[in-house]
């Protein structure tokens, strides 16, 4: 199965989960099944599903064919190139395809002048207005083509603005753009491009990342350190009639294999690019085979990486194989293989990945979801036992009946004062978390670097800097979760004292998970660290650039932070929220018990039909019980989705309970 087609059924599954996840919320809030809790956590759960991105990051030195690569493995559909693929630099700025449903077709430019500037690129994308915008008709290919070749434009500056702009060193001659008669300076046009297109895999998640060479003089700090250590797949090209050059082997050592952090794996594909300029009509099948794997087996071994992760095609020509429709030609280019390669490598890992995570985040709704029921039954069986006991006493027991609900109800009601304390000791704690995680926190933290970083000429402690600056890092995430383990210690014996003090069945959320986000932060360092070799020193000496690397990291690390404060909250609420519907289950169940004393100390047949309503809604609990866990069991193992699938899906909501059920919980008598 090519890539495509992975790609278009794991677009497909993600839809119809997030519409079963959809109409599962809606019938736990029809049976008074969630709390702010469990609603936060289905929303968590179907945004992570229907936002889910795939980033495919397409890396190579200039005139390997990456563009045309592109074109043949996403758009040869348009029946003609899209991406700009002539000979020479074509891709000038790097290029990121995708598509948001919220803005239209379009191809949105920033212009190189922001350099200028301190912000990081992450920054400016929140400033649309600062983009130069050109609207495109995706059902006119020939426009299409035509607006995307505005990412190889470039300009004419004075040696001064280029080297203000980062594209002109006088320390690293020799890296330095051509210079023209005129005195001019050949620089891009534009600093990043964003492709905004409705393609049906751009539509499901897709994220294309088109860069021009990372070693070239002026390439973006952003795209080494952020953009591409965060794609889910790197496809690394090289040309086959010259396999791994120095430029190359540059690229692959200081960008795409940091040291410890597992990127030899099948998330790195390298691609010998152009195997028909071995295609010699002087040789045979046979011997051009031969030459093909050699190279293939010598560009593995330089790597470091097994030949099967090094892939052979023919990007042209499996373009035109595509356009006109040859399957000759499109078996002998080798491009289904990559497909297959990318495929297998980056959907399968990806669809394990996201799976596994909804599959947690079901199991804990489940969990959440079950205690409701099991305090509701609990409620009903005291009240059963208390009714039952009544039978055939007197108006006085009756009488003394009442009288010890409504002392239970005023005790209860005092005790709002010891739960009030523990929510107080709690908040105390988690503030402090918080406050460690917290963005003032965090740009404290990155104070020392970023001085170190804006030191005028070659920076020769800036790795101590960052070393120092990461263990500070690390230890306010371990400080944090020491805080969040007291927190939990902390719940777990007030929630035993208030279950045995009240009969409720309080259970502590589970605690998050901070550990993982050091784990973020450790490939973040490396990333970092291995950019600051000897052939990005002299970049490092720029202060406008050293200021960029630093803005880049704060965003990451920002990213990571937040996702980490969000954790907490969840956690926080599922612990208070859990508080809340026992305490108000508890008060609603004295508002039962006492009318159901009122109820038959009015008519003696009141006692039996409170029992007998009791009864039904006990059998209500147990079916809808079964209905959850039936529910969320297919929504963790269900099959490949279909339009027929779904609508089994929707017909299992159909009111088996429904029919039972006397009134919704909340409002039963």
Request: charged share 25%; proline share 4%; aromatic share 4%.
């Amino acid at each position: 199965m090519s890539f495509n087609e992975q790609f278009d059924q794991h677009g497909v599954w993600r839809r119809e989960f997030a519409l079963r996840l959809k109409l599962l919320a809606e019938w736990m809030k029809d049976h008074d099944l969630i709390d702010a809790a469990v609603e936060e956590r289905l929303h968590r759960l179907e945004a992570q599903v229907r936002s889910d991105k795939v980033m495919v990051a397409f890396v190579a030195e200039f005139s390997r064919g990456k563009s045309e690569l592109i074109n043949a493995i996403f758009f040869a559909g348009y029946g003609r190139r899209i991406m700009p693929a002539s000979a020479g630099r074509t891709t000038m700025c790097p290029t990121e395809l995708g598509y948001d449903a919220d803005v239209p077709p379009c191809l949105r430019l920033l212009p190189i002048e922001t350099r200028l500037q301190s912000q990081a690129l992450m920054e400016w994308r929140a400033v649309p207005e600062k983009w130069t915008r050109v609207d495109l008709d995706v059902n006119d290919p020939a426009q299409l083509a035509q607006a995307l070749e505005k990412v190889a434009e470039v300009r004419h500056v004075s040696q001064d603005e280029a080297r203000a702009l980062g594209f002109w060193h006088d320390g690293n001659p020799e890296d330095n753009p051509r210079m023209g008669a005129d005195g001019l300076v050949e620089v891009p046009k534009w600093r990043h491009a964003l492709i905004n297109i409705a393609h049906p895999l751009l539509k499901q998640g897709l994220v294309i990342l088109d860069t021009p060479g990372l070693n070239a003089i002026g390439a973006e700090p952003e795209l080494t350190v952020s953009l591409i250590p965060q794609a889910h797949a790197v496809v690394f090209i090289l040309a086959a009639d010259t396999g791994v050059t120095k430029s190359d082997l540059a690229i692959w050592r200081e960008h795409l294999v940091t040291e410890g952090s597992g990127n030899g794996s099948d998330a790195r594909l390298v691609v010998l690019n152009k195997i028909d300029t071995l295609w010699d009509g002087l040789s045979t099948p046979e011997q051009v085979q031969a030459q093909i794997e050699r190279q293939r087996a010598t560009s593995a071994e330089i790597l470091g990486l097994p030949e099967a992760q090094v892939i052979p095609v023919s990007a042209q020509k499996g373009l035109l194989a595509k356009v006109t429709r040859d399957k000759a030609l499109l078996e002998a280019s080798r491009l289904p293989g990559l497909e297959l390669a990318l495929g297998q490598g980056v959907m399968g890992q990806r669809q394990k990945i996201l799976r596994s995570a909804v599959a947690t985040g079901i199991t804990e709704l489940r969990v959440e979801a079950s205690r409701a029921m099991h305090i509701r039954r609990r409620d009903l069986a005291e009240q059963m036992i208390e009714l039952r006991g009544l039978r055939g006493k007197n108006v006085s027991v009756i009488q003394h009946m009442r009288t010890r609900i409504e002392q239970e109800q005023a005790e209860f009601d005092t005790s709002g004062a010891r739960i009030h304390a523990v929510r107080s000791v709690h908040l105390k704690l988690l503030r402090e978390v918080l406050t460690l995680l917290s963005t003032p926190t965090l740009k404290a933290e990155l104070a020392e670097l970023t001085v170190a970083l804006k030191q005028p000429g070659i920076k020769l402690g800036v790795k101590k800097a960052y070393g120092q600056t990461f263990s500070r890092l690390r230890e306010s995430l371990q400080r944090a979760k020491i805080l969040s383990d007291e927190i939990q210690s902390m719940l777990t014996a007030s929630f035993r004292q208030l279950n045995a003090e009240f009969s409720f069945s309080l259970q502590p959320p589970k605690e998050p998970d901070l550990i993982r986000y050091v784990q973020d932060l450790e490939q973040i360092e490396r990333s970092h660290v291995q950019y600051l070799g000897l052939s990005n020193v002299l970049k490092l000496s720029q202060g406008d650039f050293s200021e960029r690397l630093t803005r880049a990291l704060a965003t990451r690390l920002r990213v990571i932070y937040e996702s980490a404060l969000g954790d907490l909250e969840l956690w926080n609420k599922s612990a208070a929220s859990q508080l809340d519907a026992q305490l108000r289950e508890r008060r609603r169940n004295f508002g039962r018990r006492l009318e159901a004393i009122e109820r038959i100390q009015q008519a003696a047949s009141g006692l039996d039909e409170r029992i007998t309503e009791i009864e039904a809604q006990q059998q209500v609990l147990d079916l809808l019980d079964a209905k959850l866990t039936e529910l969320t069991s297919h929504l963790m193992t269900g099959p490949a989705p279909s339009s027929a699938s779904s609508a089994h899906f929707a017909a299992r909501f159909q009111p088996a309970v429904a029919d039972t059920e006397p009134a919704p919980l909340s409002q039963a008598a």
